[in-house]
């Protein structure tokens, strides 16, 4: 065994000479740190899903509360009076029924009183001419202009009436869809109401301090959640800090390796998070309230709580792991492997 | 082993040459309002290249003087050396220092970083203490070829048995080629054959490397190969015996041992 007669470019000092011990490169730390992750992914994973259950929880809640909030704004703009939007639908609309009125009258007029068909004469095929069912066409645009049999047998009499019939389906299924426009704050405050969400502006002040509650209630969960697991994940490996001491880590060193360690997993699980609550609330909002949903979307205020989730899941996470590391560190060696894990 | 040659260690040159040395140390924990007095008054001088065991019952302050020569704890009062430098005046770089070049750790529970093979954890002191990584992974290299675990180099900890473990452990703590070997019941863990292995490679490398070795046991075949056995008591040096006394009294020490473990 020739130990003296090494490779390495380090001189022993003699005895009685004592040294600093060297700083190492933050790019070693991230090295080693990059190292720990990968061979512990699966520990490390369920860390992180605890971060990405707690702020997918609390990004959930602020991104509903953020909907709801321009969901409101929407309503409270479209029935302002000077609303531009709503006079225009109000023109359309008066134009649309002006030029459905004679339509429907000549329809209708046809309808009730259906010339008489030849015996061998085949009836029209409704389907086949206009692309959908009777049922369908009357989901579509409401009530026809007449009885269904009699304008069948108007239509397949005197052939010029499937034009009109096109030209009423065509401006019905305008009308229809601009009254539905009009009248879409009372849908929407009704479905409001159905869920139970406030609509009165008394009310709705009322609501927002619960929902400041359910905010605050989140945070907890997110707060408690993160410095659990990560306390935990840290002091599983006291006695690992202990041992790295032993060997000649610097406190810092520690702490570095924490750090980056906690930063990644505190970003990866924070996005994950931060996505998959988006992705609820979305579903969520337009499960509940379907087109109203995406008519006037908070993308400011969204964006904003976006960004306090993350600083809140980056922070909660390296501090949950930086504190206990650093107590560790702290320590005499021989007490952080002393600590039962 | 009480067969192998007489003590060849400490030569006349290196006689005057301590590597520890303890001077009237004292240790007291406070314990709430109770003070305990684990060490009331040290005084020990390790010679470069010996081999001592510390023995002593539990509660006998054994671990502390262990811990405070490894360079682990500070004493209340006295003086520590560890290769003439007085530990109570270095500050945490020094101290990290210290321990990172001057002090090799074996401990009882092998104590391997789990995510790291052995070659990683052998070369960890080594860029702790500035190595580059491609001189590290052959110096650590070399060293597990010593200690026969070339085959087994790219093996995680929990792939290894026990006596492969420790001798990893004892690859890590040659890593810096320290001046002292610090080895907390290093065959606590371990059966009696794999516990003797360890023993002799032990005694080699510090026959070989000169390397201070001090571990503190209960185990009779340390004390067998021992050049010298510190017997602590109530904090206090209870007597030294000297390989040559050891021979003698071989009988007595086994008796006297197991009155003081049981």
Redesign the interface.
């Known amino acids: 065994?020739?130990?003296?007669n090494?490779?390495?470019?380090?001189e022993?000092p003699p005895?009685?000479?004592?040294?600093?011990?060297?700083t190492?490169p933050l790019r070693?730390a991230t090295e080693i740190a990059w190292?720990?992750i990968r061979?512990?992914l699966s520990r490390c994973l369920l860390v992180t899903s605890g971060i990405i259950l707690a702020l997918a929880f609390l990004m959930s809640i602020l991104a509903s509360d953020a909907m709801l909030e321009g969901m409101r704004q929407w309503m409270a703009g479209f029935n302002a009076e000077h609303s531009a939007e709503f006079r225009a639908l109000q023109q359309r609309r008066r134009e649309l029924e002006d030029r459905v009125q004679p339509l429907y009258e000549h329809l209708h007029l046809a309808a009730i009183a259906p010339p008489p068909l030849e015996a061998e004469q085949k009836k029209l095929d409704f389907a086949a001419t206009f692309g959908l069912s009777v049922a369908e066409l009357q989901r579509q645009v409401g009530a026809l202009p007449g009885p269904a049999d009699g304008l069948i047998t108007a239509m397949t009499a005197r052939p010029e009436l499937i034009e009109t019939m096109r030209q009423w389906i065509a401006i019905q299924g305008e009308l229809r869809a601009t009254i539905r426009r009009l009248n879409g704050p009372e849908e929407l405050r009704a479905l409001m109401q159905s869920s139970g969400v406030s609509t009165e502006p008394r009310a709705v002040a009322a609501d927002r301090i619960q929902t400041r509650w359910l905010v605050g209630l989140a945070l907890l969960v997110a707060f408690v959640g993160i410095l659990n697991a990560m306390l935990m994940s840290v002091t599983e490996r006291f006695?690992?800090i202990?041992?790295?001491?032993?060997?000649?880590?610097?406190?810092g060193?520690i702490v570095k390796l924490f750090v980056i360690e906690s930063l990644f997993q505190g970003i990866v699980g924070t996005l994950i998070g931060i996505a998959l609550g988006l992705a609820l609330s979305f579903i969520g909002q337009s499960i509940t309230y379907g087109r109203f949903a995406w008519m006037q979307v908070p993308w400011g205020s969204l964006a904003a709580a976006v960004g306090v989730c993350f600083l809140v899941g980056v922070a909660l996470t390296v501090a949950g792991a930086v504190y206990p590391a650093w107590q560790a560190a702290r320590m005499?060696?021989?007490e952080a492997?002393r600590v039962e894990t | 082993m009480t067969e192998s040659a007489p003590t060849s260690a400490p030569d006349t040159a290196a006689l005057s040459e301590y590597t520890v040395r303890t001077i009237d140390v004292t240790r007291v924990y406070k314990m709430g309002a109770e003070e305990v007095h684990a060490l009331r008054g040290v005084t020990v001088s390790v010679q470069r290249g010996e081999y001592i065991s510390i023995m002593g019952p539990s509660g006998s302050g054994k671990s502390t003087l262990f811990n405070m020569i490894g360079g682990l704890d500070k004493p209340t009062s006295g003086k520590v050396y560890i290769d003439e430098v007085d530990i109570a005046q270095l500050d945490a770089y020094e101290l990290a220092w210290m321990r990172c070049r001057k002090i090799g750790y074996i401990f009882q529970t092998f104590n391997l970083i789990p995510v790291m093979t052995a070659l990683e954890n052998v070369m960890l002191p080594m860029i702790f203490a500035g190595l580059n990584t491609a001189d590290a992974q052959d110096k650590a290299a070399e060293i597990l070829r010593k200690v026969e675990l070339g085959h087994r180099m790219m093996n995680k900890p929990a792939e290894m048995s026990g006596g492969q473990q420790q001798r990893v452990a004892i690859a890590r703590a040659f890593a810096n080629d320290p001046a002292i070997i610090l080895a907390d019941e290093p065959t606590g863990n371990l059966d009696l054959q794999t516990g003797t292995k360890i023993i002799e490679l032990l005694r080699q490398l510090n026959r070989d490397s000169g390397v201070t070795v001090i571990s503190a046991t209960h185990d009779h075949k340390m004390l067998a190969v021992s050049d010298r056995i510190i017997w602590i008591r109530d904090g206090k040096v209870d007597r030294i015996q000297n390989r040559a006394d050891l021979k003698i009294e071989a009988g007595t020490i086994q008796g006297a041992q197991g009155q003081e473990i049981h």
């Open positions: 065994m020739e130990i003296e090494r490779k390495s470019k380090i022993t005895a009685g000479r004592v040294q600093r011990q060297i190492l070693k190292k720990n061979m512990r006695r690992e202990g041992t790295m001491k032993c060997l000649g880590a610097l406190d060193f005499q060696p021989i492997m």
